[in-house]
């Protein structure tokens, strides 16, 4: 890809700022028809800043926006949107009480005077097909699991014939076999000539798609690449600014005894029959595909949906019928849905942070001081870099958010907890330091669960791993036995993984 | 049909328990004089209650409709008295009574609409001002009194009330118009699909090249206008206004669409359901006169109950899916 | 007369202060006292709290009581004059009970207070009783024609005594909101030498803002309709309360007794009975006294 | 203090003027008679606004507090009057009547609370259906009348009213209480944590181990203790109760609260600001009963023009924050 080449959409010097801080120092940028070019930064680095720049959005503090080689100052999204530059945003973009359908088609309704259901409906399942997503058109986004919003949001970007279409982190809440299917709908776009701009985190999948790489710090555009100058490694260096090795701890051995036994346990209607044991400074893994059950166990277990079964902490039963009675009990748990069940967005870091362990901060008043504390504190723990303490979490990067999510979660000093979804969102510097971080607690005698879709970090990170099908336990995989493909047959159900859990 | 979901059914029930409480309580209850009163009763707050739906789906709210109702038939009596002169009684007056409701209704709703939209005030802020704001004017207009239309004139226009066609009289004919335009605007129109996206999420629906402000005064328009429009249906029945006139109308108004399942943060209309809160409403009243059940004193305490009751059924589910 | 039952449909305002209580409670004494009597005879009532409410009642009563009679406190005049023809159009006798209709000749049977009368009395009181140049406040009801009547009536009456009115808002018939428009009237006011509150509710809530201000040596207080506890006072010759005048709520139970004679006894009852409003003084105020009414 | 941002800016800055503009109208608006004339009257709706502070914030809503006074101050005096011939006047009915306001406020919030909370059914249904039960129920006590304390006791209780310390007088007194430890609470506990977190999102407030049925709960039965609080104020002021006692109380206090920037769908709380927009609302009708501008049928239009006003300040900001 030559420079001779009008780029289809481009920043000329932009810089941007909130308020009295500057996130972006004097980009310079360009996109290619018929490329897949990748950003990739740390959390905080400016990737979405500067998408939605590009995608009309927000509107640069200095500098301009380039389209086809003319400046193009977009005074909103659907303005862009109208020139053909559509955006998947990071953050979920649906109106929840709206069916799949009614929003992909939200703003372009089809038929003349009457909304045409119908074709509509049809066009929708015809998106779906091609996105191999088996959700309704007429389901409600709310009753959508977060992987499926992600599709559907993926559906509505492609409804749109973009020439340029931008994605902030689209793969971040999908599983390996929907990345695997939206390579292939970026690949035919790549073909059909439509510029593709792409962030994630997860770096194999940039040295796959991209055939152009910008590697963003602190601002500022540090580093321009072409396909296959840069290694995995070479990109996380040059994000973070330092070498980073052994992304994964290594595994522990020495295991105290059983902290808790489940037994027989059910979480209606999916799940049923679940027995497993988890023993101090352990880290059990749990894989499965989306819709597997895991969530619902999960939350089952922590008391947040009403449950069947036995629960034996330190060998003694015990009944959870609230978060707070698993808190009690030394259980905590990270949701995987940040947005709508990890953080109040219009709210603070402080107020985020010490939510659901309010009682420690003071009784019968709270001490803003010690919450403070607190927050300083987790900001050193987690890396966490919000650009003012007193900022709206909604305002933080989305790695950021994650990062702040995981530290209101650890902040009850539980003895179990469980993670799910661990890193959606996480650069690579970060969660080699996250894993340290579990790798740190189980050490120090915490047991761990951790539900993930990501196949490398549950491979990385797990002592053992519990592979749910469809609600029940498929297999249990432990030491020498975890491998990829073992862990793929017992998610995926063939003959051979039923002989594998019988081992196992 | 897809949108007959338990929100809907609940209320449902309640109505036909209703019905059932009533036929059983007095002989006369299902004669067509006592339906054809209810329903036409029904039609001022019902379409109304249309118009309102709307406007708290796209997550608004209009607490003046009441006094809105009073002011423009006081306008409507006014226009009408002073043209009498020269029109004499005929159509032609009643035309341009029939215009100023519909032209006051509309000027009102604009008014609520833009200060909401474009000065940006919370609408509970905005209509409770001009909720006063109506009522004072009307009271004022009459002096602290009554206006009165002109007794030959109410005559001439009385059959707009009384009158109708097939046996059917003219409110629960416009009411019936009203509901189906309002359905079919809900379900099968941009406007209303954009009404629900707004309530649902207003950045989503900006983000979508909805224009949302345009949307909203849309809603605060059109309840304007049905407000409008009950007036035209309201002045033929008792021929006047003034400072009572349409009194908590808005709270009835309100009532109905949330007994009807309309979410009050916005994101889900139900037209059908409203209608269906509408007639709960009317009936508690006639079922209260149709026997003498118990202490006048205490009819407001059985409507606020036979309310709860109304909605229990429906919000069960709710309740459950929330924990 | 036959041994058919009749129904009589009794349509009022619903208790919403203390003057209406008085006639709900009334309404309720009479037809109880008149069911036990007269067996052949059924009382329908219902209360509206606005005028097309209460327009529904009477459509009701008709579609499905099969009333015979109607006995009507219009909440307004205006809005009630239709829907009480057609009542009377169908045949049906009807009794109109204080607020007139706006056209004549629809009842058959009109009972009323004299508002007129009401604002003259309390004015004429004032004018013998007030030097020229005495300043009053009035406390008005609800912006309502009787209310305006009453007022106008007033007014009429003081004329060319060179009273002064300071001052007329609205009190709303309610003690609450009384209390605080006296409060108001009197930091704004140095000198009120009378108050005339147009219904005794407004006058105990004038009353107590007064006293807390401790102005009650200032001026005095005439109210109106003869609460019991107002009468109970001017019958202990209270110097701030020297006399009411009245507007009796029992003129509702004169109406249904009327009403229900028309069908009881053989004697045809039609005509226009007008209870007027009289001076209650020390000396008559016992006459007025009903310990047991709730007003 | 970072909590005085714009949004409390705003209405203040409106007070402020309604001050300036009272005090040239009237030299009598700045004495300490009008001064103690409307703090005590707003002592009522202003602790109740303080406690629908928190029943908005906490995403609920209470319409049936203006009956629930009027049914608290008609079971207090029912039952001094049935206890004054065992106890005589003094302090121990004293006590029995502050006791039974408390006790029956918060009977009467609990059942608001525990239908909307364990029921499931929506706030303002619940509290419509509440609202009519209460005034239904006052009136039929007073057997449509009032209902009146005997007239030794009120003379005994009076100053609770109207008697004071240092020359502020007990309403006042109480008032500023109510406002302290609702700031504090609101601010400085877990209780008003909880509940703006609950209004924000109460899913992420579940999953954060937050009991916020609960906390719901809470939020209704405090506003009942405070209505039962009002209520020991109120009785005393006048010694009676009937159906038109506390008529319209509801949407004072919910507009004292919206204009004071605590926001309708909640998530924010301002008790600060609550008790700025109770002061607004109190000085609007002290204004217009000390100055004669204007005819006294367009005070209710000039009220509305001043509450939209005195929110126009304030909501500048949001709606430009809105695109
Ligand atoms: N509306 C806003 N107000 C204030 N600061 C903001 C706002 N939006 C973004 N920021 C800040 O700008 C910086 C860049 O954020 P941005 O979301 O672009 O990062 P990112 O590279 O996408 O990170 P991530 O990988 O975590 O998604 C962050 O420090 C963020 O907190
Ligand atoms: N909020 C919700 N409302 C309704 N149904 C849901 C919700 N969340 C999940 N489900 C449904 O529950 C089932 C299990 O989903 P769950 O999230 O537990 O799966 P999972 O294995 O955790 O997958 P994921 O990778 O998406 O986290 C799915 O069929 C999903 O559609
Ligand atoms: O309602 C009115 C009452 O308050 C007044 O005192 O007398 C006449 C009534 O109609
Ligand atoms: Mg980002
Ligand atoms: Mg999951």
Redesign the interface.
């Known amino acids: 890809m030559g420079d001779a080449v009008t780029p289809a959409l481009a920043l000329k010097d932009v810089t941007k700022s909130f308020g009295p801080i500057e996130v972006l120092h004097g980009i310079d940028f360009d996109l290619h028809p018929g490329e897949v070019h990748a950003l990739i930064g740390e959390n905080g680095a400016g990737k979405s800043t500067m998408m939605k720049i590009l995608g009309g959005?927000l509107e640069p503090t200095s500098g301009q926006v380039l389209l086809d080689g003319a400046p193009a100052p977009f005074r909103?999204?659907?303005e862009a949107?109208?020139r053909g530059v559509v955006v998947i945003?990071q953050e979920f973009?649906?109106?929840?009480?709206?069916s799949v359908s009614?929003?992909i088609w939200?703003?372009?309704?089809m038929g003349r005077?009457?909304?045409d259901?119908k074709a509509m409906r049809h066009a929708t399942q015809a998106l779906l097909d091609q996105l191999e997503c088996r959700v309704s058109p007429?389901a409600r986004v709310h009753d959508l699991p977060v992987s499926d919003r992600q599709m559907v949001e993926i559906a509505k970007a492609l409804s749109r014939n973009a020439r340029v279409l931008i994605m902030d982190e689209p793969s971040a809440v999908l599983t390996s076999h929907e990345v695997q299917v939206l390579f292939r709908q970026i690949e035919r776009l790549r073909a059909a000539g439509v510029a593709l701009l792409y962030t994630s985190h997860r770096l194999e999948e940039v040295n796959h798609l991209a055939d152009r790489i910008t590697v963003l710090r602190d601002g500022a555009v540090v580093r321009r690449a072409l396909r296959g100058e840069l290694t995995e490694d070479c990109m996380a260096t040059a994000m973070v600014g330092r070498d980073l090795k052994d992304i994964y701890p290594p595994r522990r051995s020495d295991f105290g005894p059983v902290v808790l036994e489940v037994a027989d346990f059910a979480v209606p209607p999916l799940v049923e029959g679940i027995g497993f044991s988890l023993r101090r400074g352990e880290v059990l893994g749990i894989s499965g595909l989306v819709g597997s059950g895991r969530t619902e166990l999960a939350e089952g277990l922590v008391g947040l949906r009403p449950h069947t079964g036995t629960l034996r902490r330190n060998g003694a039963p015990v009944t959870l019928r609230s978060l707070s009675d698993a808190e009690d009990h030394g259980l905590a748990y990270l949701t995987e849905d940040r947005k709508e069940r990890g953080l109040l967005l219009d709210k603070s870091l402080r107020e985020n942070l010490t939510l659901s362990t309010l009682k420690r901060f003071g009784s019968p008043f709270l001490s803003r001081e010690a919450e403070e504390a607190a927050l300083g504190k987790a900001i050193q723990d987690f890396d966490i870099r919000a650009p003012k303490r007193d900022m709206a979490v909604g305002n933080l990067s989305g790695g950021n958010q994650q990062k702040l999510l995981l530290a209101k979660t650890m902040l009850p000093e539980p003895q179990i907890v469980i993670i799910d979804e661990p890193t959606r969102g996480i650069d690579i510097g970060t969660k080699s330091q996250i894993y340290h971080f579990i790798d740190r607690l189980a050490r120090e005698g915490l047991s761990v669960i951790v539900i993930s879709s990501d196949m490398p970090e549950i491979l990385g990170l797990s002592d053992r791993i519990l592979v749910m099908r469809q609600g029940r336990v498929a297999g249990v995989l432990e030491g020498a036995a975890i491998t990829e493909t073992a862990v793929v047959r017992l998610v995926m159900g063939t003959s051979e993984s039923e002989k594998a859990s019988e081992n196992a | 049909m897809?949108n007959l979901s338990l929100s809907t059914l609940g209320p449902l029930a309640a109505l036909i328990l209703l019905i059932v409480l009533g036929a059983s309580l007095?002989d006369?209850?299902l004669?067509a004089?006592?339906i054809t009163?209810v329903l036409a009763?029904s039609a001022?707050i019902g379409m109304i209650a249309v118009g309102m739906t709307f406007v708290i789906t796209s997550g608004g709210l209009d607490l003046s409709v009441g006094s809105m109702a009073a002011f423009v038939a006081g306008m409507v009596i006014l226009a009408m008295n002073a043209l009498q002169p020269q029109l004499g009684v005929g159509l032609p007056l009643a035309l341009i009574g029939i215009g100023t409701a519909l032209a006051v209704g509309l000027l009102a709703g604009l008014a609520n609409g833009l200060?909401v939209t474009?000065?940006?005030?919370?609408p509970?802020?905005?209509t409770?001002?001009?909720?006063?704001?109506f009522?004072?004017?009307v009271?004022?207009l009459a002096?602290?009194?009554?206006l009165?239309l002109d007794?030959a004139m109410?005559e001439y226009i009385?059959p707009i009330y009384y009158g109708g066609i097939f046996g059917i009289s003219w409110p629960i004919i416009t009411f019936a118009l009203v509901v189906v335009i309002g359905e079919?605007a809900m379900?099968?129109?941009?406007f209303g699909?954009y009404a629900?996206?707004i309530?649902?999420?207003?950045?989503?629906?900006?983000?979508?090249?909805?224009r949302v402000e345009r949307i909203r005064l849309m809603t605060y328009v059109f309840l304007g206008l049905l407000v409008g429009l009950a007036t035209i249906l309201?002045v033929p029945?008792?021929?006047?206004a003034?400072?009572?006139?349409?009194?908590?109308w808005e709270?009835e108004a309100?009532?109905a669409v949330?007994?009807g399942g309309t979410?009050?943060?916005g994101?889900?209309g139900r037209v059908w359901g409203t209608v269906v809160g509408v007639l709960i409403l009317s009936l508690i009243?006639?079922i209260l006169?149709?026997a003498?059940l118990v202490?006048?004193?205490?009819?407001?305490?059985?409507?606020?109950?036979i309310?709860?009751l109304a909605?229990?059924l429906q919000?069960?589910k709710?309740?459950?899916e929330?924990? | 007369q036959d041994d058919r039952t009749y129904v009589i449909g009794v349509s009022i305002p619903?208790?919403t202060h203390g003057f209406m209580g008085g006639l709900?409670w009334h309404a309720?004494q009479t037809i109880a006292r008149l069911e036990a009597t007269y067996p052949q005879l059924d009382f329908?009532?219902?209360?509206a709290?606005?005028?097309?409410?209460q327009?529904?009642?009477i459509?009701?009563?008709?579609?499905?009581?099969?009333i015979d009679a109607l006995v009507v406190l219009p909440?307004?005049?205006?809005?009630?004059?239709?829907?009480v023809k057609a009542v009377k159009d169908a045949g049906k006798f009807v009794t109109v009970v204080d607020r007139g209709l706006?056209?004549e000749g629809i009842e058959d049977l009109y009972v009323a207070g004299d508002n007129e009368a009401f604002g003259r009395v309390a004015g004429e009181y004032f004018k013998a009783n007030l030097p020229e140049g005495a300043k009053i406040v009035i406390l008005r009801g609800?912006?309502?024609?009787l209310?305006?009547e009453r007022v106008d009536a007033f007014e009429k009456a003081i004329e060319g005594s060179g009273i002064e009115v300071l001052d007329k808002q609205h009190g709303d018939w309610n003690r609450d909101k009384a209390f605080t428009v006296m409060q108001d009237y009197l930091s704004k006011y140095p000198q009120i030498d009378a108050v005339w509150a147009a219904d005794d509710d407004m006058a105990i809530g004038a009353m107590a803002a007064i006293e807390q201000a401790g102005r009650k040596d200032e001026m005095w207080i005439i109210g109106g309709a003869g609460m019991k506890e107002i009468v109970k006072r001017i019958m202990d010759s209270d110097p701030q309360l020297p006399v009411n005048v009245t507007y009796p709520p029992a003129l509702i139970s004169s109406a249904i007794e009327m009403t229900a004679l028309n069908f009881v006894s053989s004697t045809p009852v039609y005509g226009r009975f007008i209870i007027g409003s009289t001076l209650i003084t020390p000396e008559n105020a016992e006459r007025f006294y009903f310990p047991d009414s709730p007003f």
Request: proline fraction near 2%; charged fraction near 20%.
């Open positions: 959005f909103s999204g659907p949107e109208a945003h973009n649906l109106a929840q009480d709206l009614q929003n939200l703003g372009r309704e005077f009457f909304l259901h007429d | 897809r007095n006369n209850f004669s004089a006592n009163n009763r001022f200060l474009r000065v940006g005030i919370e509970f802020i905005v409770l001002g001009t909720m006063g704001i009522r004072s004017l009271t004022w002096d602290g009194g009554t009165s007794f109410r009385g079919i379900r099968h129109t941009r699909r629900e996206a309530g649902s999420n207003d950045k989503v629906a900006r983000y979508s090249a909805v309201y029945r008792l021929g006047s003034s400072g009572s006139t349409g009194l908590l709270l309100i009532a949330i007994i979410a009050l943060k994101g889900f009243g006639n006169n149709l003498n202490s006048p004193y205490l009819n407001g305490a059985i409507q606020g109950v309310i709860v909605v229990v919000r069960k709710t309740s459950a929330g924990r | 619903s208790a709900n309720q329908v009532l219902a209360t709290g606005e005028s097309a409410k327009v529904s009642d459509e009701d009563m008709l579609a499905t009581r099969n909440f307004e005049s205006e809005p009630l004059t239709g829907p706006s056209v609800i912006a309502t024609t209310d305006n």
